[in-house]
């Protein structure tokens, strides 16, 4: 008697990127509706509102797809299974392309267009080429009911005019103008989220920025003289953020409520620093968290942001790194910022913005009354004036002035 096997599935379900998520964004399928997998395999990306996370073939098999791309799923939910029981294939370790569903058709210019599933299927049942149809999904995919709206044109197009043929000479082609092509792609959850985020802070804080300039001279000519035999013995690059990180560190010493939370009625004050450090990516702004800055030296600084900055890049970051900083540093300058106001992130009460640095006529501090062409930043403080008032910003700021234009200061805790 011959045993029949029972086919044995594992799901594929939604990890918890953190906490307070509960749903995420599902990304491209990298295999194919019945591809063979291997255990550990990238199968697609998962985006939150916080960060960007890989799913993994936990097992070895053929790949079941239950979900698509770009669908909201709930964090603990089945998207995909992998039938361990399936034969392997001959040749499985080549790689499979991806695709979201399972679509025959035959070879042609639409197999290389991004579209759904659906979208492939309504496309062949009507004769509808994909290669011509503009798609309004993520990154230009084409969507079911582009190819509905391509499909509706083409009959219209088709159909004889019932009108006679006009006898007056035809209106004379106006010249063509340039492109106006125009695409919609659906906003990414952190995007949604900054949104949310940026909006909650300018209507629920009572916001106030005030401004001072630094002579960048000093600090410039310390990095100059020793950046060499920084990067020789601590193998990173020694740059103006650890200046500014620590320099921000001494004046939330000096001037705690900087270093604050909001919290109610209450003010929720901190013995530590925890200094956000925003990172730019092409999915927007995130602001990973130096913890005990206080306790970190020059090097840890410039080695963290490093490392903050690569990750970031391949959304790598966890959502326990950007959470959770009393206070952010954000440095527009490398972006040929001039000057800016920068936005709260509450419940921190303060932000710091650096920005470039320009040549600028001012007084020579080496002979009053004279001018000289001497590199300058302006610096902003954003602040929540509803627990810091105008005379803490403005000495918080001129303690940061004074550190940066005499740096030694800093090595001897000023």
């Given at each position: 008697?011959?045993?029949?096997?029972?086919?044995?599935?594992?799901?594929?379900?939604?990890?918890?990127?953190?906490?307070?998520?509960?749903?995420?964004?599902?990304?491209?399928?990298?295999?194919?509706?019945?591809?063979?997998?291997?255990?550990?395999?990238?199968?697609?990306?998962?985006?939150?509102?916080?960060?960007?996370?890989?799913?993994?073939?936990?097992?070895?098999?053929?790949?079941?797809i239950?979900?698509?791309?770009?669908?909201?799923?709930?964090?603990?939910?089945?998207?995909?299974?992998?039938?361990?029981?399936?034969?392997?294939?001959a040749?499985?370790?080549?790689?499979?392309?991806?695709?979201?569903?399972?679509?025959?058709?035959?070879?042609?210019?639409?197999?290389?267009v991004?579209a759904?599933?659906?979208?492939?299927?309504?496309?062949?049942?009507?004769?509808?080429?994909?290669?011509?149809?503009?798609?309004?999904?993520?990154?230009?995919?084409?969507?079911?009911?582009?190819?509905?709206?391509?499909?509706a044109?083409?009959?219209?197009?088709?159909?004889?005019?019932?009108?006679?043929?006009?006898?007056?000479?035809?209106?004379?082609?106006?010249?063509?103008?340039?492109?106006?092509?125009?695409?919609?792609?659906?906003?990414?959850?952190?995007r949604?989220k900054?949104?949310?985020?940026?909006?909650?802070?300018?209507?629920?804080?009572?916001?106030?920025?005030?401004?001072?300039?630094?002579?960048?001279?000093?600090?410039?000519?310390?990095?100059?003289?020793?950046?060499?035999?920084?990067?020789?013995?601590?193998?990173?690059?020694?740059?103006?953020?650890?200046?500014?990180?620590?320099a921000?560190?001494?004046?939330?010493?000096?001037?705690?409520?900087?270093?604050?939370?909001?919290?109610?009625?209450?003010?929720?004050?901190?013995?530590?620093?925890?200094?956000?450090?925003?990172?730019?990516?092409?999915?927007g702004?995130?602001?990973?968290?130096?913890?005990?800055?206080?306790?970190?030296?020059?090097?840890?600084?410039?080695?963290?942001?490093?490392?903050?900055?690569?990750?970031?890049?391949?959304?790598k970051?966890?959502?326990?790194e950007?959470?959770?900083?009393?206070f952010?540093?954000?440095?527009?300058?490398?972006?040929?910022?001039?000057?800016?106001?920068?936005?709260?992130?509450?419940?921190?009460?303060?932000?710091?913005?650096?920005?470039?640095?320009?040549?600028?006529?001012?007084?020579?501090?080496?002979?009053?009354?004279?001018?000289?062409?001497?590199?300058?930043?302006?610096?902003?403080?954003?602040?929540?004036?509803?627990?810091?008032?105008?005379?803490?910003?403005?000495g918080?700021?001129?303690?940061?002035?004074?550190?940066?234009?005499?740096?030694?200061?800093?090595?001897?805790?000023?």
């Amino acid at each position: 008697m011959v045993r029949e096997t029972l086919p044995m599935t594992v799901d594929i379900t939604i990890p918890s990127p953190g906490e307070s998520i509960t749903e995420v964004t599902l990304g491209a399928w990298k295999k194919q509706d019945g591809a063979w997998i291997e255990k550990d395999d990238l199968l697609a990306e998962i985006e939150s509102d916080k960060a960007t996370l890989e799913l993994r073939a936990p097992a070895s098999g053929a790949l079941k797809i239950l979900q698509l791309e770009g669908d909201t799923v709930k964090v603990g939910a089945a998207v995909a299974a992998v039938d361990t029981n399936a034969s392997r294939p001959a040749g499985s370790a080549a790689t499979q392309s991806s695709a979201p569903a399972p679509v025959a058709a035959t070879a042609s210019a639409s197999d290389s267009v991004r579209a759904s599933g659906v979208a492939k299927k309504v496309a062949a049942e009507k004769g509808v080429d994909l290669a011509a149809v503009h798609g309004s999904g993520t990154a230009g995919r084409v969507m079911k009911n582009d190819v509905l709206a391509a499909s509706a044109s083409s009959t219209t197009e088709a159909k004889p005019s019932s009108k006679p043929a006009a006898t007056a000479l035809a209106a004379p082609t106006p010249a063509l103008a340039g492109a106006r092509n125009s695409r919609r792609e659906k906003m990414p959850k952190i995007r949604v989220k900054i949104a949310e985020r940026l909006l909650q802070s300018q209507q629920s804080t009572a916001t106030l920025t005030t401004f001072n300039e630094i002579d960048m001279t000093e600090v410039m000519q310390l990095r100059t003289n020793n950046k060499e035999a920084f990067e020789k013995t601590h193998h990173v690059s020694l740059g103006f953020m650890s200046f500014f990180v620590k320099a921000a560190v001494s004046a939330l010493q000096k001037y705690p409520r900087v270093n604050a939370y909001i919290i109610g009625d209450e003010f929720e004050y901190h013995d530590f620093c925890d200094v956000s450090v925003a990172v730019g990516t092409d999915r927007g702004l995130v602001v990973p968290v130096l913890r005990n800055a206080e306790a970190m030296t020059f090097a840890n600084i410039e080695g963290a942001i490093r490392d903050f900055a690569t990750r970031a890049r391949d959304n790598k970051l966890t959502v326990d790194e950007m959470t959770g900083g009393t206070f952010t540093v954000s440095n527009g300058g490398v972006y040929g910022s001039l000057m800016a106001t920068p936005i709260l992130n509450p419940p921190q009460s303060a932000i710091l913005g650096m920005h470039g640095i320009k040549k600028r006529a001012v007084e020579d501090p080496n002979n009053p009354g004279q001018i000289a062409l001497r590199p300058m930043m302006y610096i902003a403080l954003s602040y929540d004036h509803r627990i810091i008032d105008g005379a803490e910003s403005v000495g918080f700021l001129k303690h940061i002035k004074d550190c940066i234009e005499h740096p030694e200061r800093l090595l001897l805790g000023l």
